[in-house]
């Protein structure tokens, strides 16, 4: 089998060819037919997340078939199409996992980092890991939803906003385009926020109410105008912008952060204790989630915007996602 690997921190990806591997006990075995290029794969690529044994496969927006079942595994079958996320697998016996929450497992494995990815024609995960993909979506549109789609679908599903709130989705990006559709199907009142007139159409296209362009007015002002906003997505990468537009929440409203940036968000605390205002971050989410994700996709009609290369091209296709003009996801075939 072909594996798109990276030989060790900051190096080019290598193509290679390897014997195909075998299921452990509660593990099984899939043949890749799609897998996204997610920004989050740089700590991999770079290096950057703590304890990565080299060499590494990265990928942990997988779908497939499950090719082969280990020994034990008796609640997934052979020729069953599953996806793969973030979530890569919980101990099962820390304090977290004790109590639900698998997400913030001491010991969690993270796919394409804990261990080798879907940039591979075939991949081995544990059980717990997988997500049944429904009827209706295809590979190249389920693979996106396992790390992009359940993180904006699972946060705003646990935001606490209520179908006709104001909820604004501060960008229009990978991230953004599902999350305005998501907001859109859950019922909510959406606002997208964007930098630059450009993105107006596409924001009404994919549910958008209204669409404010951030470059050329004030959001947070905007935001007040139409009543304040019970919650603000962040899914761009710039602590600027979030800083900017806190003042966009209503009483009671909370900022949503899952977009990645290094600088601190600036707010005061007369910000928050003035209509009791809250900021959260929020990551990802289980393989149950994943698929709650995913059925909700298929069942609303929720789907990413892709461009796709076939694995042979992976460091065309990573490099074609750090450049930020993807529209709006990446995905490599097999």
Known sequence: MKMARVPEAHADFEIVELEIPTPGAGQVRIKVRACGVCHSDVLTKEGTWPGIRYPRAPGHEIAGVIDEVGAGVTEWRQGQRV????????????????????????NLKITGISYDGGYQEYVVVPTEALA???????????????????????????????????????????LGHLAIQFAHASGYNVAAVGRGPQNAALAEKLGANTYIDNKATDAAGALR????????????????????????????????????????????PVQLVTGSRVIEGWASGTSADSEDTLRFAALTGVRPMVETFPLERVGEAYARMMSGKAEFRVVLTM
């Open 225 to 268: 105008e139409l009543g304040g906003a019970q919650v603000i997505l962040a899914t761009a990468p710039s602590s600027k912008a979030m800083t900017e537009i806190i003042d966009g929440l209503g009483p009671n409203g909370k900022l949503v952060v899952i977009g990645v940036a290094l600088e601190p968000i600036e707010v005061t």
């Open 83 to 106: 996806g793969v996320g973030w979530h890569g697998g919980q101990d099962g016996t820390c304090r977290w996992c004790r109590r639900g929450d698998f997400l913030n497992c001491r």
């Open 132 to 174: 049944a993909i429904p009827p209706g979506l295809s590979d190249v549109e389920a693979a996106p939803l396992m790390c992009a789609g359940v993180t904006t679908y699972n946060a705003l599903r646990h935001s606490g906003a209520m179908p006709g709130d104001l909820v604004a989705v501060l960008g229009v990006g990978g």
